[in-house]
Each structure stands twice: as C-alpha cells, then as structure tokens.
C-alpha cells in the first residue's frame, strides 16, 4: 500500500479528466501536499490523524480565496458589520461541514480512494470542539453558519479555550469527568494571528486628572486573534470566527531562570494563561467566580477594540459608529461591553459621557436565554470594584441616569450589593430579545417587567432556529436524498420549502421512501449500540430520546419515573400487546451539581435492571449513551421516533433540539414550553403529544400545599415508582442511596414532576397506540418535517437582521469565480 508523491506526480494529467475528476485529482494532489511539506509526513508513515489534517488543510485551500474576497466586499461597500460576542461556541466537527458547503464531497471521497483511505474513517477522526455548554453555545454555531449563508458580514468573538466541555465517562454509573484535548493535535481550521493581539488591564485604581477618570491598573495581559473561517452554503460567502487566546505581557522571567527559579520564571505565562484556560461546565447556575469575570472581560474588551480598529481604519467620525457595527450581547457573559464602551469613547477617545452612553446603547444588544434566577449573573460590588474600578464607576453613572427617569426607583441595576448583569445589559441595548415566543412574554411580565414599561419597544422576540446543513443535509442523508429527489435542492438554503413536500404524501412512493430512511437509520443507530454499549434493541421498535444537560428542569426524572412504571406494568402482564421501545438517554450534568450526577446514577442502575430482565426485554431498553455532544446528536437525531421536550413549563426559554428532532421526522411529547409552543403550532396539534401543565397553571400548583404528596397519593404507578427507587431496588449495595431524590420528589417537587406524570404517563400511552399504526405514524413524522422549515437559524437570523441590527446582505461579486 505504498503510495509515494513520486507516483501521484505521475498520475493522468488533469486536462483528460471529466470537472469532477480534475477536482477529485486537484484535491488529492493538495492533500499529499499538505501532508508531505505541511505536517512533514511521508504518505506511508502517515497515520489517520495526519490525512485528517492534510484533507482539512486542502479544504481550508479552498476557502480562503472565498473568505479574502467575502471581507474584501464588505470593507468596499461600506456595509455593517455584525459582531456576535459569546463566550461559547459549541462547534462540534467541521470537516464534514466545510466539504459539504464547498460541495466537495464526491471530489474528496475519490481522491481519498485513490489514496487508499476513507473517508467515513477521517470524518470519525476529527475531534468534537466543544467551547460550550449546551444550547446557548450550538445556538451561536449555527449562527455563524446562517450568518455566512445569508450573506450578512459577521464576525464571532469569543474564547480559545484550551480545554473544551470535560469528557463524561460512567464508572459503575456514576459520572466521571476527564479533561477535554481538542487542541492536543494541530488544529486544522484555525489561522494564528498574532499581529492581532490586544493588552487588557485589571485592578489598580483610578484616579481624577482635570475632571478626567484616569483609571492605573494593576495587572495587564494579552489577547491574542486564532481566526477560523466560516463558510456558507455553497461557498457564496465567509466569515470569521475570531476567537482570543490570553497570554502574558511578559513571557518569561529571565533573571529569576538563570537564578535557578525555573518554575517561579515560568509563572506570569501561566497566571495570564489561566484565563483561556478551560471552559466553565455550567449552564443554567452561576458560580459568581473571579476568573469567570476576568475571562468575561477579556473577552469582551478584546473584541470591542478589534471592532473599534476596524472602525477607526475606515471611518473616522465616532457618531458613525451605530451605522457600522452591530454588537450583539449573547447572554449577559458579554454585558461588560456596556461599560467597557462607553469607557473607550469616552475615557479613551474624548466622546462627552452621555453622547458615550447613546452611541455604545445605538451599537449593542443582548439576547436573553433564561428566566431562571440562578442562572441569572450578579457580580459583588466589591468583586467589579477591585478587578475593574473604572467600569464600577461606569455602572453607577449608568444606572444613576436611569433612575433619574424612574422617580419611584424600581429598576437598578444594583442592588445588595451586587450588580444584576441583566438589568445592566438591558440598560446598555437598545433591543433584548427573547428566544421563543413564549419567553419573551415572560421576559415582560416577570424579570424585565419594570424595564420593559420604561422602554416597551425594547423587547422584542427572535425565536430559535438550526442550521439545516448541519442538522438535516449532512446528519440525515437519507431523507435529505429523498426530499431532494422529490422538490429540488432548493430547501437546503430555503427551508420552508419542505412545504412542498406535503403534496406528495398521497404518492404511493413517498411515505415508504420517508419511512425507509428512518427505518435504515435505526437499524444503523442499533447496530452502534450493539458495538459501543454492547446492548441489543429491536430495531423496530420506538425510539424514545431525550438528550440535553442533564437538568430538574429538564426533567429526565420524570422520564426516568414513567420508565420504571411502564416496566412494572409490562412485567405483571407481559402479554398486553406493548409497543416495544427503547429509551434513549444522553446528557452531561454540572460536575458541581449534585442532585443531576444522582439522577445520572440513577438512570445507568434502572438501565441496568430493566436490561437484564429477560420477561420484559422484547419490550423495553433502556440505554444511557455516555460523553453526550455534536456529534453523538448527530447520530441520534435522525434514528429518533419520539423526541422528549418535557421541561417544567415556563423554564425552557426555546430549546433547539426541538426542532432537530421535528425536522428529523421525530414526533414531540411536549409540555406548552419555549419553542414548542410554536412547532405544535406549525405542525398542528393532532401531529404532537402534547401533556401537563401551562406556565400559569405551573404557578398555581406550586402553591397548592402538599401538591406532591397529592399527586403521589393519586397514583399508584408514581407512587409504586417512588417506591422502588426509594426502597433500593435500583441499588442494593446502597439502598438508601437515592433518599435525596425520593426525599426531594414527594416533599418539596419545585419542577412539579409528580403532579405533571399522569399526564406524562397517559401521553405515552396515546404513543404506544399511535405508533402500532405504522402508516399513520409516518405520515405524522413526515408532517412535522414538511412543517419545521420555519425554524431555520437562516429565518432567525434574517430577523435579527431587520429587526435588531438594521443590517443588510451582501454578495460576493461573480460567484463561481472565486469557488474552486
Ligand atoms: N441552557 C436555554 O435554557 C435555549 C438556549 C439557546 C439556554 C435554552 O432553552 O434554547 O439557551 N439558556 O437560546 C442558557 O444557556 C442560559 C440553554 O442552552
């Protein structure tokens, strides 16, 4: 299997070939090269890793020309620009999708034959880049995929972490985490920048000169630019992501090394270091730590001035500023911005303070992602004070000016001591969003209320949406050819199209083409669970999936609680004629989080019991799939029948695997929660299981004394459940090991699982009988895939565009020229 350069110098001139081929032959050629003088291998030595690298390399080739000429567009037109700041960007692989956008698939897949490799084997290879949590961090990725599709000029910022989301393991069930290595082989994508770098200042007080702030700091790193560039949909458009990677000011302590102090020499590298270092694990609760707001500034206040060089390099009058550059806050993790701005124009450039604070609130916005108060941040007063002096004084002045409009003093942003990230961030906006429908009401009546009647045209919602390249295209093949086949290519950059597909659903050939492809990617997905888990399903029966941050709010207890009831009752009558299912579990809980690692734990040891009892086994599995991520979602989505939205209702802000699975062909079980409220519009309630309690109704109960001992006394499956859980059934080792969970279940329930289960139990039985008609089943998976095209992140982030960053697209000129 020698395969030498010599002998691909050799190889058939391209002019004989057919385009495909001259392409195929092209990128073969450019990945030996890449290989050979690139990575320094010698084809024979290479090892999967290296091809990996070498064909990223040669597709990177291909993007730059695109990308050059993408940016060069928008410095001539004079566009705006859009700044997405976030401090997650969960990315997953990008080899595949890079491929697919340039439409190289075929091309590679040839010239990997000719090199006698794989190409399914190096996509496998490529690591999983996890710089995020969960929805809020996938969320940005799809953005800047959309963005770049739309044509809209972009740049996202956010943080080089070293060490992405831990890896999750299960050690006798219990979760583990390992430290992620995304970085350990060269990254293939990135372009180092290191002319792009950026000194950032901490401590140290600040002082008055003339009337003037001069703030004196007492620490300072650097911010240093690793640009990945993001390509759209075929290749019409690129953008950047600019991620920052901290370094110190001074590398290295020569005087104290040749003293003998080697470690101490090599200290102020790994202090500055520190902060890039790893990614936080949490999504939903805040720990309040320092380094959490030193990464938050840094990040923050290197992107504002690489937005503002930009700026000062075309322009140069500041009030253009709101016309040139779109700022959008995702979260409050970026809400220093404010702040930091308004210091930059004024401090730094002379802006008066309150022509500061009107053009920095004409530039930014903030995009809120939850309701919850413990995820909502506030830093100490004293914390802000002592790490950024200048910016507390900023906030003061802030929010002292909004007082002033507010007699009564209602809304502040500080308040005990504290600085309440989000009130700040709307203060700074001049709109805030919400991400459902559903969650920017909320976002009026609860958290915002009072701001919201300040500034009533502040609010507006842009519901979620999912990259379909990503998530349809290249995740589900088969439905993605038979919907080609049957309206065009078109829905891949115009997702509502999949409405055209409803019309053929009488064809005879359609529904059984649709429910082939699922029916293929179940038998794929069983065939990996026999190989990875060792675990044997029927592949015809009903996949139950639920995978998400393992959460109280999301619910998997309750999941978890109808399973091991549905068990007892099969057991006792085994011959009632029982949907087969098997039950899907994937989620990663907070390492901090104690009650979420108990349901992990709780999860593997009910699988366990349920998958060794032979009586019920033609009728339930239950599988709990370890280290949850892109790529993991990726295979699951597309094998799934019935999708698990079960959330509390009213603590869900959207959710996006939602719409995935819909898209995908999954039918919902669903409470009236974030963006399912707007899928059961689309896809009409008879196509979606919906249970359980409204947001209000949710309110209402909890103030119902005892409301969970009731609804365990009204059931005897939740009651029998409990029991079993709470007797040690599930760990015999152990038997009071889940006295916590029961304990916490039956007597103080805030997530209102028990009084939302009989709904939840009678749901899935309207499942099991809806799903034994097979042919009615497909045709409801269809509806939901023809319905879902308005959740697109295209459409969402054309609504940004018009009703956020007053933004427009571009195009590169002569496409074609530029591609290939
Ligand atoms: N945890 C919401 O909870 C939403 C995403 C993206 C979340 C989720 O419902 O779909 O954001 N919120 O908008 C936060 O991360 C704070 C999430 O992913």
């Not at 207890?557 to 579990?585: C, Q, S, Y």
Request: glycine fraction near 6%; charged fraction near 25%.
């Amino acid at each position: 299997t020698s395969m030498t350069v010599g002998r691909v110098a050799n190889a058939p001139v391209a002019s004989a070939l057919e385009g495909d081929l001259v392409t195929s032959a092209d990128l073969r050629d450019s990945i030996l090269r890449h290989l050979t003088y690139d990575l320094g291998k010698e084809p024979e030595m290479a090892e999967i890793h290296d091809w990996r690298i070498a064909l990223s390399l040669a597709l990177r080739e291909r993007i730059v020309d695109h990308w050059f000429a993408s940016m060069r567009t928008a410095r001539h037109s004079g566009a705006k620009r859009v700044y997405y700041l976030s401090m997650e960007f969960l990315i997953g692989r990008l080899l595949e999708d890079s491929m697919v956008n340039l439409g190289l698939e075929e091309a590679a897949d040839r010239a990997l034959t000719d090199l006698g490799l794989n190409l399914q084997d190096i996509l496998a290879d490529e690591p999983d880049a996890a710089l995020g949590n969960g929805g809020l961090g996938r969320l940005a990725a799809c953005f800047m995929e959309s963005l770049a599709t739309v044509g809209c000029p972009a740049f996202g910022y956010g943080i080089r972490y070293e060490h992405g989301l831990f890896k999750q393991r299960f050690v006798q069930g219990r979760q583990v985490e390992e430290p992620e290595d995304w970085l350990q082989q060269r990254p293939a994508w990135e372009f180092e920048r290191s002319d792009i770098a950026f000194k950032l200042c901490f401590g140290g007080e600040v002082s008055e000169d003339g009337g003037k702030a001069v703030w004196h700091p007492e620490e300072a790193v650097v911010a240093k630019a690793y640009d990945t560039p993001i390509i759209s949909w075929q290749g019409r458009w690129a953008n950047t992501l600019r991620l920052w990677s901290a370094r110190p000011l001074h590398g290295f302590d020569l005087e104290r090394f040749n003293r003998g102090e080697f470690a101490a020499a090599a200290e102020p590298e790994a202090l500055a270091r520190t902060i890039s270092r790893v990614l936080y694990p949490d999504d939903t609760t805040e720990q309040g730590k320092e380094l959490r707001l030193k990464q938050e500034f840094f990040f923050t206040a290197a992107s504002l001035r690489d937005i503002l060089r930009r700026f000062e390099a075309e322009h140069d009058n500041l009030r253009l500023l709101p016309q040139k550059a779109a700022i959008q806050l995702n979260d409050t993790h970026p809400a220093i911005a404010g702040p930091e701005m308004v210091r930059l124009l004024h401090d730094e450039r002379g802006m008066e303070l309150d022509e500061a604070i009107v053009t920095a609130r004409a530039c930014l916005s903030y995009t809120n992602h939850t309701l919850m108060p413990e995820a909502l941040e506030r830093w100490p007063e004293h914390l802000m004070h002592r790490l950024l002096p200048r910016h507390m004084q900023l906030i003061e002045r802030i929010d002292a000016a909004h007082a002033v409009k507010q007699p009564t003093r209602q809304v502040s942003a500080l308040e005990h001591g504290e600085v309440k990230m989000g009130e700040l961030a709307f203060m700074m906006a001049h709109k805030v969003n919400g991400v459902s429908a559903l969650h920017t009401e909320l976002m009026k009546s609860t958290v915002f209320a009072e701001l919201h009647r300040l500034h009533p045209d502040r609010i507006v919602n842009q519901t979620n949406g999912v990259t379909p390249r990503r998530w349809v295209l290249s995740a589900n093949r088969r439905l993605s050819a038979l919907i080609t086949d049957t309206i065009g290519e078109g829905w891949v950059d115009d997702l509502e199209q999949l409405e055209q597909l409803e019309p053929y659903f009488g064809d005879a050939g359609f529904l059984d083409r649709y429910a082939a492809a699922k029916r293929e990617n179940k038998a794929d997905l069983s065939n990996w669970l026999a190989t990875e888990m060792d675990l044997k399903v029927d592949p015809t029966a009903l996949f139950d999936v639920q995978i998400k941050r393992i959460h109280e709010y999301k619910r998997q207890h309750m999941n978890l609680l109808e399973t091991i009831a549905l068990w007892k009752e099969i057991a006792a009558n085994p011959d009632a004629g029982w949907t087969p299912r098997v039950k899907i579990f994937a989620g990663k809980a907070a390492p901090g989080y104690v009650f979420a690692k108990e349901i992990v734990h709780l999860i593997n040891e009910v699988a366990a019991v349920i998958n060794a009892d032979p009586v019920t086994a033609p009728y339930l599995k239950v599988a709990f799939l370890p280290n949850y991520n892109v790529t993991l979602a990726e295979r699951l989505i597309p094998a799934a029948d019935l999708s698990e939205q079960i959330s509390t209702a009213g603590k869900e802000a959207s959710g996006t695997g939602n719409m995935k699975f819909a898209l995908n062909g999954a039918l919902t079980v669903g409470t009236l929660d974030g963006a399912n409220v707007e899928i059961r519009e689309r896809v009409g309630e008879e196509n979606f299981f919906l249970f359980g309690m409204t947001a209000d109704e949710v309110i209402a109960r909890r103030e119902v004394p005892g409301h969970a001992a009731q609804a365990i006394e009204a059931d005897a499956r939740l009651a029998g459940a409990l029991a079993d859980i709470g007797e040690g059934r599930f760990s015999p080792d152990d038997p009071g090991r889940y006295h916590g969970v029961t304990g916490n279940l039956s007597h103080h329930d805030y997530f209102l699982v028990c009084s939302d289960f009989t709904a939840y139990w009678e749901a899935q039985r309207r499942i099991d009988a809806a799903f034994a008609d097979q042919n009615a089943w497909m045709r409801m998976a269809a509806i939901n895939t023809a319905r879902s095209g308005w959740f697109s992140s295209d459409r969402a982030i054309r609504g940004y565009m018009a009703d956020i960053w007053n933004a427009e697209a571009l195009e590169v000129p002569g496409p074609g020229d530029v591609l290939h």
